[in-house]
């Protein structure tokens, strides 16, 4: 079986950020299938990589997260022409797999399908447009409803949609009534991430005190507040708590952090240069606390972030600070505690009571790990991704196999 797997932003785990796609195509391949992916990089020219058995197509389309919306718009334009000029030359394959943000490369799918009679999977990461429409960025009325008629069509064309959260497989659920949505949320490398010894020399080379450390490691952006962290670093720093704040990543936004901590004159926060997966882990091993954070907008609730899983899987326990479906996995697996709006010193006194008793936040720490071992293994998305691409054939009672076609 061949497939061509579409990811605008596709990483390395030593690029760093999200490898959710390196991980399901590297499974693909172990599973006998042959996988081109089609992403974009900087570069000026076209490249090909082999990188763990995928063929990796590398088109030159420039993209940067300080972007605004029309550079934005028209680096998505730009590599959903370019893809299908790739695809035009490709051997013939048996699916496309094509995963957002951004909406647009599920145009890539439709005209496959028009035009080659290509079936396409098509993974929802986030809820595009409904995001932009709600965070502000995207307003005009004409272009929202362009939008929201090309994500229908999108998921009424598909053979089927993958959802990385509940809430975005409900959502899909109440757009197109009669796709079929399978749900494999993001995933724990359980090899790469999992619990150490604290390095002590890191710990001093970035001059932490003995008490409790708070990391974020993360996309820096407009929907991520991390400034709800430095609010609580300055609870914490006034209160003459010597706990320490870590804040590794990059994005829109990271000027305006170190901004608000000068202002704020925090000494307890360190701006962490982002890195690759072993580097996120070391950062994470100094810490007692992983902090998940996004603005407050109903959306955003069902997001499922990398970073929420990196921590499962290095033992972490959680703060997280909206309710959705992260918030209720804390709760329920006493991953953690919360620090909702209009909470912030009921949670600075729950982090001083923790504080005084290390074993509880040692115990969470391992309910998180086993969560990510039971539930959230790389191994288990693998494996449903699988089935999605290579279902088995339906035999109906009259013993007829079912043909799925595009």
């Not at 290509?118 to 447009?129: M, N």
């Not at 305006?256 to 000068?262: A, F, N, T």
């Not at 069902?302 to 600070?321: E, H, M, Q, R």
């Not at 998180?368 to 191994?379: G, H, I, V, W």
Request: proline share 5%.
């Amino acid at each position: 079986m061949r497939v061509i797997y579409i990811h605008q932003y596709f990483r390395t785990p030593e690029q760093g950020g999200a490898v959710r796609s390196y991980h399901l195509a590297k499974g693909l391949v172990q599973a006998g299938i042959e996988v081109d992916m089609i992403t974009a990089h900087n570069g000026p020219d076209y490249d090909q990589r082999w990188i763990e058995g995928i063929r990796v197509h590398y088109l030159p389309v420039g993209y940067d997260q300080k972007f605004g919306f029309l550079l934005r718009i028209w680096a998505f334009w730009r590599f959903v022409i370019k893809a299908k000029k790739l695809v035009k030359k490709l051997p013939r394959t048996d699916l496309m797999y094509i995963t957002s943000t951004p909406l647009s490369t599920g145009m890539i799918g439709l005209w496959g399908k028009r035009k080659f009679a290509i079936p396409y999977i098509f993974e929802v990461r986030d809820l595009w447009p409904e995001a932009p429409v709600q965070v502000g960025v995207l307003k005009n009325p004409l272009l929202k409803r362009m939008l929201y008629r090309l994500e229908k069509k999108i998921y009424d064309q598909a053979l089927s949609v993958v959802a990385l959260s509940p809430g975005i497989a409900s959502y899909i659920q109440k757009k197109s009534p009669d796709r079929s949505v399978a749900l494999i949320p993001n995933f724990s490398d359980l090899n790469t991430f999992y619990p150490k010894e604290k390095d002590k020399k890191l710990a001093i080379q970035l001059g932490l005190s003995s008490g409790l450390t708070i990391a974020y490691t993360g996309a820096l952006g407009l929907v991520n507040a991390v400034e709800e962290l430095l609010d609580l670093a300055e609870l914490a720093q006034n209160s003459g708590k010597n706990w320490n704040f870590l804040v590794m990543g990059e994005g829109s936004h990271k000027q305006k952090l170190e901004v608000i901590s000068g202002k704020k004159s925090l000494k307890n926060v360190r701006f962490v240069p982002f890195g690759s997966k072993d580097n996120v882990n070391e950062i994470l091993n100094l810490a007692d606390f992983a902090w998940i954070s996004f603005a407050h907008f109903p959306v955003l609730k069902t997001n499922s972030p990398n970073k929420f899983f990196d921590a499962l899987a290095s033992g972490k326990a959680i703060l997280v600070n909206h309710k959705g479906w992260v918030y209720d996995l804390v709760k329920t697996h006493q991953l953690g505690i919360s620090c909702l709006p209009g909470k912030l010193e009921s949670t600075f006194s729950k982090l001083e009571e923790l504080e005084n008793h290390p074993s509880k936040i040692d115990q969470m720490g391992q309910n998180a790990r086993m969560l990510a071992e039971n539930l959230f293994s790389k191994e288990i998305a693998i494996a449903r991704l699988i089935e999605v691409v290579q279902p088995k054939p339906k035999v109906t009672p009259g013993g007829e196999v079912g043909i799925r076609t595009a």
